[in-house]
Every structure is written in structure tokens, then in C-alpha cells.
């Protein structure tokens, strides 16, 4: 197996939240997608590691995803240890992806903060020769950071991609994480997915679309050509 582009999650449900409309829009160009969570995400107020697991499926399932694993590494103290290190770096040079992405540096969730910097650390390592990693060495080109944030942010990505076609199937794969996004919210609007709409549509309108996913990145973005610009 090897892949175009690999998200790193800390949870199940952070690559869904932050890039699910751009995960649908790679498929659709008939690119090979892969998301690794990096931990269960338990324990939760309203999930336990079965809901999980059976959630993280069928949210699978709509995104049409390549390849999903689970690095079992553990939620709510994972920490950018040299171990983690090494065994992301494996599956890294392993799946020979493009692309990377990874949460937005800025978080008050310390899971978060620590996949942000486990990736970037895995990235470097995993080009590395004369070294036990397993595979060959490979780096990939970008890490481009997604929108999963514990923190109301006003915040200015590089870019927004227009998800208006991808909207509604990626609220669906939000959806199946029952657990998390509905059971014990309140009904009342606007609910935690009414504000996911209202965030998508305001992104949308940054770029003239209807619905939108911003997008950081530490490196200037390039473009080949201003026709890539909408
Ligand atoms: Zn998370």
C-alpha cells in the first residue's frame, strides 16, 4: 500500500472534524487517502473503546478511506516520545505518502500539541539513512496543518479549499461519532453540528463558495499557475 496523503490524528474524529471535506475531495480525484489515529480517544463522558471503534468504522466507510490504523498510543497523555517517534516514522516509510497532515500547532488540548510535534519530529526521522527504521528512507514533501481546535481561534490559514460539493458527506461521517457530537449535547441550536455548518459556511465565504476547510502550513504555499487561484 502507498498513499498520496496521510492525516495524523490524535483521536478518531479529529481527521474527520478538520479534513473531511479535503479527504472526500482527494478520493474524488482518485487519490489514495490514509488516516492514523494515534490513540482510541478513550475514555469519554459519552464513548467507550467498543462505540469507538464501530463509529471510527462506519465514519471510515463514508470517507472512502485507503488505509486506517490505530497507532495505540495513550489518550490524554500522548507525548512526542523518541518510541513514538520511531513508530511513526515506521509506518511513515512504510506508506510512502506525499502529503502529511497534521493538527494546528495552536491547541489547548495537549494530545493535540503533542501530534502536531510527534509528526513533524516522524517526518525527519523517517528520511533518515543508516538507521533501524524499518523501510526505506522517505520524506515526505508538505505537512499542512488541519483545523481541530480546542480553542476559539480566529485564525488566518494559507488557504481554504472549496468542501461545497463535500459538505453534506462529510457531516455525515461526523455523524457516525453518535458519542461524541450528539449523545448528551444539547438539542437546543444552535448543537454542536449547526456550529460545524455555520464554521464550513463561513469558510466558504472567505473564497466565494458556499461551504469551505481552512488549511495552515509553517512553509509558503505554491502554486504552478494564478489558474489555480479561485
Ligand atoms: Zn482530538
Known amino acids: 500500500m ?3 496523503v496521510l492525516a495524523i490524528a490524535p483521536h478518531p474524529d479529529d481527521a474527520e472534524l478538520g479534513m473531511g471535506g479535503a479527504i472526500l475531495r482527494f478520493k474524488s480525484e482518485g487519490l489514495k487517502v490514509g488516516v492514523l489515529d494515534l490513540t482510541d480517544g ?4 459519552h464513548g467507550s473503546p467498543q462505540v469507538r471503534a464501530k463509529e ?5 466507510a463514508v470517507l472512502n478511506l485507503d488505509w486506517r490504523e490505530n497507532l495505540g498510543l495513550p489518550n490524554r497523555s500522548l507525548e512526542a516520545t523518541l518510541e513514538a517517534r520511531a513508530a511513526l ?3 511513515i516509510r512504510r506508506l510512502r505518502p506525499r502529503w502529511l497532515f497534521a493538527p494546528y500547532w495552536v491547541d489547548a488540548h495537549p494530545d493535540h500539541i503533542a501530534a502536531t510535534q510527534l509528526t513533524e519530529a516522524a ?5 533518515l539513512t543508516k538507521s533501524e527504521l ?3 528512507p522517505h520524506h515526505p514533501q508538505r505537512i499542512f496543518h488541519y483545523y481541530c481546535v480546542h480553542l476559539k481561534l480566529a485564525v488566518q490559514p494559507a488557504f481554504v479549499l472549496d468542501i461545497s460539493q463535500q459538505w453534506e458527506q462529510k457531516l455525515a461521517a461526523i455523524r457516525c461519532y453518535q458519542s461524541q457530537f450528539v449523545n448528551g449535547r444539547s438539542t437546543d441550536p444552535p448543537t454542536f453540528l449547526d ?3 455555520d464554521e464550513a459556511a463561513y469558510w466558504g465565504k472567505t473564497i466565494g463558495t458556499r461551504y469551505g476547510e481552512p488549511f495552515a502550513c509553517r512553509e509558503p504555499v505554491g502554486v504552478s499557475s494564478f489558474a489555480s487561484f479561485m
Open 195 to 197: 456550529q460545524l455548518r
Open 42 to 45: 478513550e475514555p469519554t463522558p
Open 2 to 4: 502507498q498513499l498520496d
Open 56 to 60: 471510527t468504522t462506519a465514519a471510515t
Open 123 to 127: 517526518r525527519f526521522w523517517s528520511k
Open 89 to 91: 516514522a515506521g509506518v
Open 134 to 136: 524499518p523501510g526505506e
